[in-house]
């Protein structure tokens, strides 16, 4: 089998920061994303490039995955689903809700691949009931680049596949996954908002409401002193029919018309600052009207995917997301420490999420632990550099971890501090013979 | 018309997936030929578990010379045919191996227009059909850059004329699309403008709309229209002095 054509083009992670020239392969037959390996350079597969980052592309080859996404068994009794790597959350969410079946966890966008919710192992709002997404993976066919293929589950391969699910694809090239839909009864979420003044509301807020299915706060992390944590807190539970309108009760799965705005240009750098950010969160807490009422499933999970290209806000230099989680015990005190520092400084992130998160995962490098995980971007300069160095100090102290499909900064003694099990990581790459075979930009920055 | 089957031949390449996902949407079952049809089983799960047609795969060359025995071969001929075969190989090594050069002109001339000229003549004595052709706007004037290619999509591009023109009284329709750029394997590596590069899904949508609507030669972006006109337009004896 000949290597896949390839190229040299610019890549960047959703947040555009890092750059980097990088060759790329994108082909079209899993045998070749299953051999490609250019001599003696190492391999990273890239999806959907909806990590923020350096995750998805590397200094050897980078292995776009697009092209290689197939579904390839569905079981309408159980709701197994069998897809290639490469296969778009957006497609499966478009064919499979119609039929009364939805992701078992989904991520903010539904533009990731399923591969990438893999090596991410994303989580979503419903977190603190369902785990995150490799909780609900069955299966997974990877190559490990030297043309061996091998299925990975709780069974089989274990340690592979814990060392693989978070793993961020530096254990080889994924190739197909088969995990579980869950089914609904309409393409509709119940949704309830409520306001929390202040930091200890919010958390008293979701603690008290540990019950329902989804939960996220926007936080708006520019207020400051008694408002500091102000929130709004969004749950949410799949509509049943009957909590449809009675005109849509017939057809509970239509969906609306795609709508979608797309920003066409980079913004200048100066148009997100303190002032116009601090507006827009003041805005966006008093438009989220408490109460109850049914939206759709767009609105409800995905409401950046409605602005195409969004990212490009922040300019041509790009941003950085920063999201960490922290211990439930150190929570309170750390995230107060954390929300202090950032209103302190007054850099511009808006849409800040706070959310409450469950047991940790089995994934060796997985994310998510049981605690509160707060999300803030920020544009990529100095200053924020500065900044999040100051809160990785908080966030270590306080014995909490960053999460890797965002970061594009921290460094190797961060990663450390937060991730205990990457000995055991390290150990199933060499057991396998995939390190140095695989690796990223992020695996290079951060000593894995 | 509104296609209940289509036919694709050269289904492995990105426009030809395009295209059966495209057809396959609006309900139609589909038929994928390609070389090696036996490795096309995921492809036909794919378009089974999306849109809940029939498909199925069959073996394919377009340059076999074995047009009739294919389309005897199939279980029932199709309302639409599109073929999506081509290879745009490379001007330099057209030009100095004549072999290289041979394979180029057969896989976007000769070998497509024998299958197409097999099953118009079927559709033609039944009276209703559609045929589409993807040439190129490569055929709409030769460059040095690619004429070898260019000019077998020109004889592809003119022999679909005349196939429209004598199927016309028999109710067969006959689409002629010229893509102009497409983000493709085959064109992996170049460096193309993004507002003259089509995604495969769009040149799926134009032909599907060219064949409803019933078209007969398409740009798949417009712009193309424009380019080309003014490309053909300029005189020859300064078009050869150009480094195009």
Known sequence: ?448 | MTPKSVLILGARSDIGRAVARRFAESGASVTLAARRAEALADDLADLRIRYKVAAEAVEFDATDGGAERFFDGLSALPDVVVMVVGLLGDQAQSEADLDAANAVMAANYTGPACYLLAAARRMGTRGSGCIVGISSVAGDRGRQSNFVYGSAKAGFTAFLAGLRNRLFKKGVTVVTVKPGFVATAMTAGMKLPPALTAQPSEVGNAIFTAVTKGRDVIYVRPIWRLIMTVIRSVPEPVFKRLSM
């Open chain 1, 1 to 448: 089998m000949p290597e896949p054509d390839r190229t040299r083009v610019p890549l960047t992670g959703w947040g555009r920061y890092p750059r980097r020239d990088c060759d790329v392969a994108a082909p079209t037959d899993p045998a070749a994303a299953a051999v490609a390996r250019a001599p003696a350079r190492p391999l990273i597969a890239r999806g959907n490039g909806r990590s923020y980052g350096d995750a998805s592309f590397g200094p050897g080859l980078t292995v776009d995955m697009r092209r290689l996404g197939r579904l390839i068994a569905f079981d309408e009794a159980t709701g197994e689903l069998t897809c290639e790597a490469g296969a778009l959350l957006s497609e499966i969410v478009a064919v499979f809700t119609p039929r009364g079946w939805f992701p078992p966890v989904t991520p903010g966008t539904k533009f990731v691949t399923v591969g990438g919710m893999v090596a991410s192992d994303v989580h979503g709002k419903n977190h603190h009931g369902a785990g995150s997404f490799c909780d609900h993976v069955l299966s997974v066919r990877l190559a490990l680049g030297d043309g061996t293929i091998l299925t990975c589950s709780q069974a089989e391969n274990a340690d592979l596949f814990a060392a693989t699910c978070g793993g961020m694809g530096l254990t080889g090239t994924l190739l197909t996954v088969t995990f579980r839909l869950i089914p609904v009864r309409s393409s509709k979420i119940r949704q309830e908002t409520v306001r929390a003044p202040d930091l200890a509301a919010a958390i008293d807020i979701f603690e008290a409401g540990a019950a329902h299915t989804y939960s996220v706060a926007w936080i708006d992390c520019l207020a400051s002193g008694a408002n500091l944590g102000r929130s709004v807190i969004i749950f949410g539970e799949h509509a049943e029919p009957q909590d449809l309108d009675p005109a849509e009760r017939a057809t509970p799965f239509a969906r609306p018309a795609p709508r979608g705005k797309r920003v066409p240009v980079d913004f200048p750098t100066v148009a997100l600052n303190r002032l116009s950010v601090s507006l827009f969160n003041q805005v966006y807490y008093r438009l989220q009207k408490p109460g109850r009422k049914v939206v759709d499933i767009d609105p409800y999970f995905y409401p950046l995917d409605a602005i195409q290209d969004w990212n490009r806000i922040y300019g041509r230099h790009g941003f950085v997301q920063y999201q960490c989680v922290l211990p439930l015990e150190t929570s309170r005190d750390g995230l107060t420490a954390l929300l202090t520092e950032i209103a302190r400084v007054g850099q511009a992130s808006f849409l800040a999420v706070l959310k409450r998160l469950g047991r940790e995962s089995f994934g060796y490098l997985s994310f998510p632990r049981e605690g509160y995980t707060l999300a803030l971007d920020f544009p990529a300069n100095a200053e924020t550099f500065a900044l999040l160095d100051r809160l990785d100090r908080i966030v270590a102290e306080a014995g909490g971890r960053l999460y890797l499909a965002k970061d594009a900064r921290m460094r190797a003694p961060m990663l450390r501090a937060g991730y205990p099990r990457l000995e055991q990581f390290h150990a199933v790459r060499r057991r396998y013979g995939l390190d140095g075979r695989f690796r990223s930009a992020l695996s290079d920055r951060l000593e894995i």
